[in-house]
């Protein structure tokens, strides 16, 4: 990839990640606190039953992820 493509692509994935916070920003501030933090917490705990079910499947390694996730779940 060349310069020009590599900064036009980085430039794209910025003004993404942008838009993408705008959109939360408003979201959050036009949705009851309730509402969003359980939506929240529900990809949370999907993100970690599926990095529970690769441990346990061998996919990733255990000891890293336990570590890990004790270490989040202790802050």
């Known amino acids: ?3 020009d493509k590599f900064e036009d692509a980085y ?6 990640r942008r838009a ?3 959109r939360w920003a408003e979201y959050v501030r036009s949705h009851d606190d309730e509402e969003w933090s359980r939506q ?3 990809l949370i705990n999907s993100q970690l039953q ?4 690769l441990a346990a499947a061998g996919e990733t390694g255990p000891v890293r992820f336990t570590a890990v996730r004790d270490r989040l779940r202790d802050q």
Do not use: P, T
Not at 11 to 16: F, G, L, M, S, T
Not at 50 to 53: C, K, L, M, P, Y
């Open 40 to 42: 929240q917490n529900l």
């Open 20 to 22: 993408m916070i705008k």
């Open 11 to 16: 430039r794209q994935n910025r003004e993404q």
């Open 50 to 53: 599926s990095a529970n079910e």
């Open 1 to 3: 990839m060349n310069s």
